[in-house]
């Protein structure tokens, strides 16, 4: 008897599902979803890419209608928002009942106006940022960043997972875009900071794999440094007792200097020891480095 | 029968100690030793700071020669190198056949300088740097950064993981404090990256505390990122299979933008943003994110 409930141990129920998009990235969902025993739809606007999913197991819809009308959960990957309505403006009609979610880049506010969009006809919408790329689909090491519709992530959670880990970020169907953006610029200034490093130690002949080694175990300590500060920042108080903004600022000076004594450039180091400057000059000398989101919010002004 | 040796499960060997310098960190350090059973000797240049050691079961040095003369690890941890070369100077030829540990912050120059110094006394010598703050003391989750010796660092590992996890960076003394500016560099990147995307997604009222759960996942992503990396930067090569310069690029402006919709600072966003144009325009677009070294190395040009 099937209960409709997947028993311990046993794969999760099979849901319909479709890909819009069959990029590198719509195809890698696509072959996870097949990989998770979902049934799986899939439709490009050159039919060509679909050839290899098919043989794969997916089935191919000859048009965009019937490729909605397939499935319980539509999951469109295309570049552009624009693109992403272009393809489901003229079916709208067919998308009552069933859940949108967006997996295209876009900012916060087109992915509002796509929620809206999609509760006018009926549709239970979800946001999506993926982060990782193609080959990293499949693997929970990896976040699916959703927010919008509870009740479709309520449903549907389990059927996302077969991508990433799929993460709740709430209602408000912009928040997937704005984390993805921030968690960007904290990857870009991170691994910019571990370049710098490896160029300085590289300057003395330190392999960087081997300056990788104690890098990664140093950004656990800086991940517990941000937990640490993080109710800081919400508090609004910033104490400074395990090193001030004067201790940063005096320890900024050598890392400019050692950047100019071995030729590499000094534009990050200059960057951060400048903004933290500013907050001493202003007074946040006694403060900890948490205090520095204020000249953040303020547009780098102390 | 005592065969020196420590047995499983016992407390490792006592080693006899000295701290000179007693300000929050080197107070930290002697608590450290005392609580792992070492016999610890302290010595500060106002003897004041000693009492409450000495009242938790530290033997207080009457003078710096006293102090160098009661123990087999010398451990001196002042403000400067000079405040340190002040305070060992005079007693220059008491070093002989001990091990003395720097634990003073300073520039690879000095540590090399200081490393010949005592060659010339007859001492072995290590340089550390300490990754963590006064209250992190004694927690095997931070890293004690060692260059120096090696045999000195054989010989006294067990006896300095009381403080924290020793991390042998091989025998140039220079190297903890290349590897400890490095990695504040990195430790400051990180953070301002984290920094505005606290701020960023705090536009749209999400706590700190929320988005640092998030970041924090992601912070081990990134680092697998670096890990990935690495071995492209010690072969010069930097396949952009994963992601290319041209897409981080594209990604980055997104970044730039929303930040100025919500009149954040963009000095961070922006700097990141001009570097990789500057590798895109010089023909990288292709390239990894790893490329960009070769602008670090170079001074900032492409």
Redesign the interface.
Known sequence: MNTGKPRKGEKSMNTTVTVLGLGQMGSALARAFLAAGHTTTVWNRSAAKAGALVAEGAVRAESVREAVTASEVVVVCVTTYDDAHAVLGPVADALAGRTLVNLT?G??EQARERAAWAAAHGADYLDGAI???P?GIGSS???L?CSGSPTAFAAHRDTLAALAAP?D?GA?P??AS??D??????????????????????S?E????R??E??????????????T???Q??AGRYPG???TLDI?LA??D??V??SEAR???????K??RD?TARAVAAGHGRDG??A??E??????RA
Do not use: C, K, Q
Request: aromatic share 10%.
């Open positions: 880049s900012s916060p982060m990782t790329t080959p090491a990896f976040m960043l993460v970020l408000d912009a928040l704005l984390y953006t921030a968690l960007l610029g904290l990857m870009w200034a991170s691994l910019s900071g571990w370049l710098h490093g490896a160029a300085l130690t590289g003395e330190v392999p960087a794999t300056f990788t104690v890098a990664t175990r140093w950004m656990n300590a800086v991940g517990g440094f941000m937990t500060y993080a109710p920042i919400d007792d395990d090193a940063h320890t900024m050598h890392l200097h050692a030729g590499l450039d000094t534009g990050l180091p960057l951060l903004v480095y948490a520095l989101i000249l953040v919010r303020a547009g780098g």
